[in-house]
């Protein structure tokens, strides 16, 4: 499968043939013509079907992944006359058709604006560092005003996308960071500051920013504190007024989840995280389900200010009379990538209850890292192809496990990192069990022939495929047992991505050839492996188990063919990124290794 024959019998059939099988196909059903081109990656049969698609485009403009195939050079250089008849576009191809390549030509920019306006704001903050980066070529401001209108909509989507515009904007006045989009972030961020018309929403607004800032300048204030005292220290300024929360006159949320309100923060398990250059500090809060009621009562669309309704109404006038009278589609079917980042907004499991906390709510924990002086952007990058891996997976009932913690970046240097919560990491295993993973599961979940541990081993077992499908994808390097965590069901987690593309430890040297981590001791625990290493250990020979670690080798095979079917989803959200600045990528070379991985252009 990862090396399919370039002489299969697909293609060695001629053009005649295949022009007889569209148009077959296209009598039949339009799906079929249009999936053809997946399912047969050969430029003669996506020409077919390009021009099918241009002959009669009405017959196909029920179909979202048919647009892809109908802006061509033929329509483009048409003026794209039929566009105007498709249903909205699934949101990677609206962010394809806003990238540097269409900026020239106003009708696709138009219905790319038209179908994100189609979407929920809060499916589209999953989205928001590739549709900042479009800013960088938006001559007609199309984008701009798209970003202002669902900021006026949604007041979520507002307070994520300053926070975006905050990370691009050049706040330390340095001369490499002054660009055309740090100036239009800045210009952006101030305009949608002024549509918080409400009282309620300008303290929404405030609090928020204001305690999170808070928060995150005492992470860069214990850098000169020696590293031996730093705990202590954090713990202590934990405890002043600034940093203690009112949950009756506030409302404060974890930022890597709107939906989890924060009632009081708990300084005595705050910690200072190690680090050889900066103070990370690791801070819990006992926080509450946000009340959605609230949420919305503070940003209704438009109804609350002036200029942001005037601005709709020229806005939507815009549109109309840019795409031959399209307007915004009032309700849409999205695809897979649409949906919001999977569990992104599921509040943890309540654990504890707080007298502080409003009438019959219980509190729960949850904890983040605060970053001052680190460039969180690409492990940002890294968890939404995590993400939408998950999904992907998800779509197609492999039985797998991803866990993407959630990443705001606020700044250039800063952002907030969510806790995996309920986990260990490898090294901290090791500090407490003599042995491998193996000895661990057994001390955990009881002898190999037991329940108990049979299901934690099968929980191993599917984390380790899909992660090792995301590694190979990602091309993630520096897996060491610090960033490697194992949760209490026995679920391997990946934590850390500073080193994934084209970027590895000691530069261009590639030392790691390894497409993903698969260690002894994580064979030995998965069952598989011969010889007298994989049987080392109390409980070895009890672990061996072919039909288990063949169950991993099939889930790693089905979870790769199924994200090779999204290889265009994936390859988007990444190509709009590699004008970022972010070390990980070498533009015209990611892109080009990233096909390969994914075997792009073959069956």
Request: glycine letters at 4%.
């Amino acid at each position: 499968w990862s090396t399919p024959s370039a002489t299969s019998a697909a293609a060695d059939i001629p053009a005649a043939l295949w022009k007889a099988y569209v148009e077959a196909a296209s009598i039949e059903s339009p799906e079929v013509v249009v999936n053809l081109v997946a399912r047969f990656p050969y430029p003669a049969v996506e020409q077919l079907v390009k021009d099918t698609i241009t002959e009669s485009p009405s017959f196909y403009a029920h179909i979202p992944e048919a647009v892809d195939l109908y802006i061509n050079e033929q329509t483009i250089r048409d003026g794209t006359p039929h566009l105007h008849l498709w249903v909205n576009a699934t949101v990677t191809h609206s962010l394809k058709f806003l990238s540097s390549h269409f900026t020239k030509f106003p009708q696709i920019v138009s219905y790319a604006i038209r179908s994100l306006l189609s979407v929920h704001g809060e499916h589209l903050i999953f989205f928001l560092p590739q549709i900042l980066q479009c800013l960088t070529y938006d001559e007609s401001g199309a984008i701009e005003k798209f970003l202002f209108e669902m900021s006026s909509r949604n007041i979520m989507f507002s307070h994520q996308l300053l926070w975006t515009l905050h990370t691009e904007m050049n706040e330390t006045e340095r001369p490499e960071n002054d660009t055309v989009l740090s100036h239009k972030c800045a210009a952006l961020s101030r305009r949608i500051e002024t549509t918080f018309a409400t009282d309620a929403s300008r303290k929404f607004f405030k609090d928020e920013f204001s305690y999170i800032d808070t928060v995150l300048t005492l992470s860069g204030a214990l850098k000169p504190v020696p590293k031996g005292e730093r705990k202590a220290k954090v713990r202590q300024i934990l405890t002043n007024p600034e940093y203690q929360v009112d949950a009756t006159t506030t409302n404060i949320y974890v930022p890597t989840n709107p939906q989890d309100k924060i009632v009081s923060v708990i300084p005595h398990t705050a910690n200072a995280m190690q680090s050889a250059a900066k103070c990370p500090i690791l801070v819990q809060f006992n926080c509450v389900t946000q009340d959605n009621t609230l949420l919305e009562t503070l940003r209704s669309p438009t109804s609350s200010n002036p200029k942001a309704a005037s601005h709709k109404k020229d806005f939507t006038a815009a549109l109309q009379a840019t795409d031959d009278g399209a307007g915004v589609a009032a309700d849409a079917e999205h695809s897979l990538e649409e949906l919001p980042p999977a569990a992104s907004f599921i509040p943890t499991t309540a654990i504890s209850s707080s007298p502080s906390s409003p009438p019959q709510q219980q509190t729960y924990l949850k904890a983040c890292i605060f970053k001052m002086g680190d460039d969180c952007r690409q492990d940002q990058l890294a968890l939404q192809v995590i993400s939408l891996l998950q999904r992907i997976f998800d779509s197609v009932d492999v039985p797998f496990f991803l866990s993407p913690y959630r990443v705001v970046t606020t700044g250039k240097t800063s952002g907030i990192i969510e806790c995996v919560p309920n986990s260990m990491s490898r090294d901290q295993i090791g500090k407490q069990v003599e042995g491998g993973l193996g000895e661990f599961f057994v001390q955990q979940y009881g002898h190999p022939q037991t329940l108990a541990f049979k299901k934690a081993r099968a929980c191993f077992v599917r984390s380790m495929a899909a992660y090792s499908v995301a590694s190979y994808i990602l091309n993630i390097k520096d897996r060491h047992n610090g960033n490697l965590l194992v949760d209490a069901e026995g679920h391997l987690i990946h934590i850390d991505f500073g080193f994934i593309f084209d970027f590895s430890p000691g530069g261009d040297m590639n030392f790691e050839s390894s497409p993903f981590k698969l260690t002894l001791e994580m064979l030995q625990l998965m069952g598989g492996g011969e010889g007298e290493k994989m049987t080392e250990g109390t409980h070895g020979k009890e672990m061996v188990n072919p039909e288990v670690y063949q169950s991993f080798v099939d889930t790693t095979v089905r979870c790769f063919l199924a994200a090779r079917q999204y290889s265009s989803q994936l390859c988007v959200l990444v190509e709009l990124m590699l004008e970022s600045g972010l070390p990980c990528f070498k533009p015209v070379q990611t892109i080009a290794n990233l096909g390969v991985r994914l075997h792009r252009g073959k069956t």
